[in-house]
């Protein structure tokens, strides 16, 4: 099975770069061949990135290797609760996480789940021991290229919102994340005063 997966993911990235060349040539029908790569890897998910805050300011007073032990239990904390809600993990990328969903209450169920988990770790720790998370979560109609790695405009948003918006502790969504994941009990949305590129809207969950 992991050499099948293997295969089918190589052979995903390399139908892609193949049509990416042809759309290269001076006389291509784009159109036709941007309709051929939405129809081979089109799909609809949720898009999950988190990102651990603190980055910079951890490392310049503790080193490196204080950060790469934050990280470390990151990992062990969190991955299981993701993959209790059927999350699927494409990439490690250093402090950050990129996942795929395929139902949003799952995701923003999981969501909840990491920051409750982790506001309970770090209740009778120091705190530069505690791991603080941002998530960013989107929907929509995206690229996905295999178990490697996803493409398109919810893809950038949520990755901005978990990345670059969210403080720790924090979950922010798009819009259309929002419309289709629908209420959950429990929580409400704030709508942010400007929403990044890749989205018309974007929210703070309220918990």
Not at 36 to 52: A, K, Q, S
Not at 64 to 76: D, G, N, P, T, Y
Request: proline share 2%.
């Amino acid at each position: 099975m992991n050499q099948l997966h293997r295969i089918h993911a190589s052979g995903s990235q390399e139908r892609l770069d193949r049509l990416i060349q042809e759309r290269l040539a001076p006389d291509a029908d784009k159109a036709r061949i941007d309709q051929r790569i939405w129809d081979l890897f089109g799909e609809d998910w949720c898009v999950m990135f988190t990102d651990l805050a603190g980055f910079s300011r951890r490392v310049e007073e503790f080193g490196i290797i204080h950060f790469l032990q934050i990280i470390h239990e990151a990992e062990r904390l969190l991955i299981p609760v993701i993959e209790d809600h059927e999350g699927i993990l494409l990439k490690l990328l250093g402090d950050s996480f990129l996942v795929i969903f395929r139902n949003p209450q799952k995701a923003m169920k999981c969501a909840l789940g990491l920051q409750q988990l982790l506001a309970a770790y770090n209740l009778d720790r120091l705190p530069e021991e505690q791991v603080l998370l941002c998530v960013g979560l989107g929907y929509g109609r995206v690229l996905r290229i295999g178990d490697s790695d996803v493409f398109g405009a919810e893809v950038n948003a949520a990755s901005k919102l978990g990345e670059d918006i969210a403080r720790g502790g924090e979950i922010l969504v798009t819009g259309a994340f929002r419309q289709q994941c629908g209420d959950l009990a429990g929580t409400s949305f704030m709508q942010l005063a400007q929403a990044p590129a890749g989205t018309a809207t974007a929210f703070r969950v309220v918990f």
